[in-house]
């Protein structure tokens, strides 16, 4: 049986995965899935300028099509190219994208370092869906960033209730509570259990959380 370009990636053969497309896409080129796919794999791989390449002729065969339109506004975010991720993220009208839409523009925002407008679209697309953990992560990270730690510690403590094993959680509830001088190691001990090489990449902002509240006592 052939293998498809799902299994081929999910067994670590991403260039197989991109080749089995690039060939479906040439054969089929009316299947619009074809180009959603490639363009999140090669996104993932880091090859942004091609998945812009990729979408842009899609959307000469598929004009104004939403979902190139969404997968075109993240292909600039992961580009670093936050300009032309808005204008994207904004040209998506689709109610079944609008939840993502939110998420990303906020993302946009965030990388950014416009915290204000980012939590405006990332509240909104918390309060649609509740319980989706990428979007409360967000929220609890821009409170962080704006200061409010308890409102952060309260979003980080939604997904932790979901997702217990959670590393990020774990470490961005230490995080806030430390903002708080509440209790926090044995939540940094967790994060460390659950994924070292996590912990290692984020322990700096302890550093940056204790210098914040050192100038606090200024």
């Given at each position: 049986m052939q293998k498809t370009s799902k299994d081929l990636w999910a067994k670590g053969d991403k260039q197989g995965a991109v080749k089995v497309l690039v060939a479906a896409i040439e054969k089929t080129p009316a299947q619009l899935d074809n180009y959603l796919e490639l363009a999140a794999y090669l996104n993932a791989l880091k090859d942004t300028q091609q998945a812009e390449k990729l979408l842009?002729?899609?959307?000469?065969?598929?004009?104004?099509n939403q979902d190139l339109l969404y997968s075109l506004g993240t292909t600039y975010y992961a580009a670093g190219d936050y300009a032309k991720a808005l204008t994207q993220f904004q040209q998506v009208t689709l109610p079944r994208l609008e939840?993502?839409?939110?998420?990303?523009?906020?993302?946009?925002?965030?990388?950014?370092?416009?915290?204000?407008?980012?939590?405006?679209?990332?509240?909104?697309?918390?309060?649609?869906?509740?319980?989706?953990?990428d979007v409360n992560l967000l929220v609890g990270d821009l409170f962080l960033a704006l200061g409010d730690f308890s409102h952060a510690a309260t979003y980080y403590g939604q997904v932790l209730t979901q997702e217990p094993k959670s590393a990020a959680a774990n470490f961005k509830v230490g995080l806030a509570r430390l903002a708080q001088g509440l209790s926090n190691e044995a939540y940094f001990e967790k994060a460390k259990q659950l994924d070292a090489a996590y912990f290692a990449q984020e322990k700096h902002r302890l550093s940056d959380i204790e210098r914040y509240l050192k100038a606090q006592q200024k």
């Open positions: 842009q002729s899609a959307l000469v065969r598929f004009p104004d939840n993502d839409k939110l998420y990303m523009l906020a993302s946009t925002y965030y990388a950014q370092q416009d915290y204000a407008h980012a939590l405006a679209f990332a509240v909104t697309a918390q309060q649609h869906e509740p319980q989706r953990t």
